[in-house]
């Protein structure tokens, strides 16, 4: 079973950046990790994700040039770079995994089977 685990939330103002972190364990051979994010009242966003198979990261138009998903392979964690945060960027951010790649893999919650707990990132102006 993938277990995920995410960290780095926190409070900052705008402009600034965090890091976040996905901790994952028990992927399978071929999976895509994504990161999601929810804001109060409001769907839930896919904004970045990563296909083991290798190609290049896909991002949500909303955040491209500001948002970075690398992995450590090493450690399997995947992490998400947000820089020039807005408050618009408030919401609390998931990690999702799943291992239905064939045709690849979208940014769409309904694709992704397994889930970590969320961590919140809240951005003040």
């Known amino acids: 079973q993938v277990q995920l685990v995410e960290s780095g939330g926190g409070s900052v103002q705008a402009g600034g950046s965090l890091r976040l972190a996905c901790a994952a364990s028990?992927?399978?051979?071929?999976?895509?990790i994504a990161w999601f994010r929810q804001a109060p009242g409001k769907g839930r966003e896919g904004v970045a994700r990563?296909?083991?198979?290798?190609?290049?990261?896909l991002y949500a138009d909303s955040v491209k040039g500001r948002f970075t998903i690398s992995q450590d392979n090493a450690q399997n964690i995947v992490y998400l770079q947000i820089n020039s945060l807005k408050p618009e960027d408030t919401a609390m951010y998931y990690c999702?995994?799943?291992?239905?790649?064939?045709?690849?893999?979208?940014?769409?919650?309904?694709?992704?089977?397994?889930w970590g707990q969320g961590t919140q990132v809240t951005v003040s102006s």
């Open positions: 990563i296909d083991s198979g290798a190609g290049r990261p």
């Open positions: 999702a995994a799943t291992s239905r790649t064939f045709g690849g893999c979208s940014l769409s919650y309904p694709d992704f089977d397994y």
């Open positions: 028990d992927l399978p051979y071929r999976y895509c």
